[in-house]
Each structure stands twice: as C-alpha cells, then as structure tokens.
Nanobody, 123 residues
C-alpha cells in the first residue's frame, strides 16, 4: 500500500496549485482519502477529505470556497485543487487513506500516509 503526493511548489499569493495523491496497492475508492498539512512548529491539521463513494466532501473552514478535493477512479488518484492561495497556506501537505467508511478530521484515524509535498505561498 502506497500513497505518493505530488504537485507542490512555490506560488505567489492569489495563485493556484493542484496536488495529486496517487494510490498503489489498493483501490482508492475503497478508502476515505484526506489531505492534511503541517506548517513549521505547528501540529498537523485537517484540510479536506472525500468519502469512499465520492459523494461527500469535507473542508476545514480556512480553505472552504478555495480548495476542492476530487477523485479520478481510472487513475486511482485523488486531487486537491487549491485556488486563491494565501501565505498562511504554506505547509507540507500530506494525503492519507482511512479504511473506515466515514470521514475523520483526526490524523491518527488514518491508516496510510503519503510522504508529503511542500507548498510555499509568497506574499
């Protein structure tokens, strides 16, 4: 079981990035997929999640209306489209998979983690 996160980079405030989370060794739509982020000196925090059916999404208040989580079943990949980026969005972003059927906001409830991808937003 492996998750590979990619797509991070350096962008100016107001810009956009799309993160990808490619799953291998399992079918991503058998799992809840979540995105989390961790800034230096801060705890890992929930960003967004998608349920197994792809019918329910959940977002942190800080990213609602700016970020969108989606899944491409054919590619076994989950995306996080990030628009209107702000300097406070700067962090390492991680994707994670949870075998239980419902979305959780708590990192410890996720079973598998990707390696993280750095997002830096300059002002």
């Amino acid at each position: 079981v492996q998750l590979v996160a990619s797509g991070g980079g350096l962008v100016q405030a107001g810009g956009s990035l799309r993160l990808s989370c490619a799953a291998s060794g399992f079918i991503s739509d058998d799992y809840v997929i979540g995105w989390f982020r961790q800034a230096p000196g801060k705890e890992r925090e929930f960003v967004a999640a998608l349920n197994r059916a792809g019918s329910t999404t959940s977002y942190a208040d800080s990213v609602k209306g700016r970020f969108t989580i989606s899944r491409d079943n054919a590619k076994n990949t989950v995306y996080l489209q990030m628009n209107s980026l702000k300097p406070e969005d700067t962090a390492v972003y991680y994707c994670a998979a949870r075998s239980a059927g419902w979305i959780s906001f708590i990192p410890i409830n996720y079973d598998y983690w990707g390696q993280g991808t750095q997002v830096t937003v300059s002002s």
